[in-house]
């Protein structure tokens, strides 16, 4: 066993440091912000909304195959924010586990149990030296068959929570504080208000004007079939209700 | 790791490495004219309905070895969580420890995710045990409970097949009982038709079949209630002996009577003490 930062590993792989700190963990906080993009997720009364930015940085990139929004289930739908490559091996993960519990158990994953499993999964990432720890935060949006709508967070570090609305990315702070400022004022939101909020967010916080190329819009309502990923006919919708709105 | 397919430890089950082995000694035990030993079967009668609040489970309480009866009140209806009970019929031991073993799984599970098991989940279980040993765990189960979604009534059989119906029956008296459902059961019965009909489709297995016996054993499970009844009734009471083997003394007549007393002279008494550190 090294003896912590004397021999100066602490930051190389996923051991404590004399302060108590992993730093591993903490880089791969940093490493989600590489990809420079922000989401939001929002629950409502009966339904939850995650919306993403969707950057296409070259003109020669097929725009129809770059997506953070992922399908888990039937009734369970992702938002990945961070590293790409750790995001997409991060849903495989989770659809695999998502499966293997309806084969075992014989009922659909709750929303709840997927995050605790893939906080658990990312948990041993921090304590294994031979393995880092995945640069991508997960917002789970689901449905689950006793409790409703359901958002959910799991981070690198292992740890998740539920949410009434959530952030993660570049701009995470400034998008939580302008959630939490929503959020005081009011609680249960129809659908309409969820998504109109969601976008908002995004645009007052990144400061831009969004086309319906540049955004990427999941829900799943009580009312519906399941996890939807918005076309851009349906987000555009949105995008000129919210316009006429202001 | 991120690999789609987990390492998982190797599970139990029955090692064949014997069975070549065993085919040829009984081949020679044939030869000779003699035959290995055969399984014990135990009779019984179980049974299950759904009505309209929830779900009855039946059973008889005969245990037989064979041709006797080894316990003549024993308890066929299984707790495996509070609102899912499971009868078991076959050989006894593989029945208790199959639902017992399932039972603490499904309470893990529901401490786990904090909800209320639901009797799919431990239908998934039992099926996925009893087909990994391939039908050498003779246990063949009615499972029933009401969760979230409703009552349900499941019968699995040994080899890891399952049904799910409103009405089924196992056991060596399955036949009587399952033609008194087929004669009476209606969709929606009221709680008391139904345990009425319960009882009479077990009764219908103790008084026809030689392997089901004793008493009949109830328990109604609806939405948030288990009345778990034992004895619902008790079919065949032992009887009162109404004879006496003792005799009066003087029955037999005295002819002559000689005491000749020992007398013994105690020789030498010592006290071993124990080592009792």
């Keep these: 066993m090294s003896r912590g930062s004397s021999a100066g590993f602490d930051r190389h792989i996923t051991i404590f440091s004399p302060e108590g700190r992993l730093y591993q963990v903490e880089y791969a906080f940093k490493a989600i912000n590489q990809g420079g993009l922000t989401s939001v997720a929002i629950r409502g009364k009966d339904c939850v909304v995650a919306v993403t930015q969707k950057k296409v940085p070259d003109k020669l990139l097929d725009a129809k195959t770059v997506t953070h929004l992922y399908k888990i289930t039937e009734n369970i739908g992702c938002v990945m924010t961070g590293m790409t490559a750790d995001s997409r091996s991060q849903v495989q993960r989770a659809r695999y586990e998502a499966a293997n519990w309806m084969y075992k158990y014989g009922y659909e994953i709750p929303v709840d149990m997927l995050c605790k499993r893939m906080a658990d999964i990312s948990q041993v990432y921090t304590q294994n030296a031979e393995m880092r720890p995945l640069g991508c935060c997960m917002i789970f949006v689901g449905l689950d068959e006793e409790l409703g709508p359901q958002l959910y967070k799991c981070d690198p570090a292992g740890y998740y929570c539920g949410f009434k609305a959530t952030a993660a990315g570049v701009k995470q702070t400034e998008a939580t504080s302008y959630l939490e400022k929503k959020v005081k004022k009011k609680l249960d939101w129809t659908y309409q208000q969820t998504i109109e909020t969601a976008i908002s967010c995004l645009a007052t916080v990144l400061s831009i004007d969004f086309k319906p190329s540049e955004l990427e819009v999941g829900i799943i309502t009580t009312k519906g079939s399941g996890f939807k990923i918005l076309s851009e006919t349906e987000i555009d919708v949105h995008l000129v209700a919210l316009s006429e709105r202001e | ?277």
């Design chain 2, 1 to 277: 790791m991120a690999t789609l397919i987990v390492n998982q430890p190797p599970v139990g089950g029955f090692s064949f490495d014997h069975c070549k082995r065993n085919a040829y000694l009984l081949g020679e035990a044939n030869k000779v004219g003699s035959s290995l030993p055969t399984a014990r079967k135990t009779g019984t009668t179980i049974c299950g309905i759904v009505f309209k609040d929830g779900v009855i489970l039946g059973a008889d309480t005969r245990a037989t070895e064979g041709m006797v009866v080894a316990d003549k009140n024993c308890s066929k209806i299984h707790h495996i969580s509070s609102n899912i009970y499971c009868c078991g019929a076959g050989t006894a031991a593989d029945t208790e420890m199959t639902t017992q073993i399932i039972s603490s799984n499904l309470e893990l599970h529901a401490l786990s995710t904090g909800r209320v098991p639901r009797v799919a989940t431990a239908n998934r279980m039992l099926k996925q045990m009893l087909f990994r040993y391939q039908g050498h765990i003779g246990a063949a189960l009615v499972l029933g409970g009401v969760d979230c979604n409703g009552p349900h009534l499941y019968s699995i059989y040994p080899h890891g097949s399952t049904d799910k119906l409103p009405y089924v029956t196992m056991g060596s008296g399955s036949l009587a009982a399952m033609a008194v459902f087929e004669d009476r059961y209606k969709p929606d019965m009221e709680e008391e038709d139904a345990k009425r009909l319960v009882r009479d489709a077990i009764a219908a297995g103790i008084f026809n079949d030689l392997g089901s016996g004793s008493n009949i054993d109830l328990c109604v499970i609806t939405k948030g209630n288990l009345d778990y009844i034992r004895p619902h009734e008790e079919a065949n009471k032992k009887g009162v002996r109404t004879g006496d083997y003792k005799y009066k003394r003087g029955t037999t007549g005295v002819l002559s009577k000689v005491v000749t007393p020992l007398n013994l002279e105690v020789v030498e008494e010592s006290v071993l003490t124990m080592d009792t550190s």
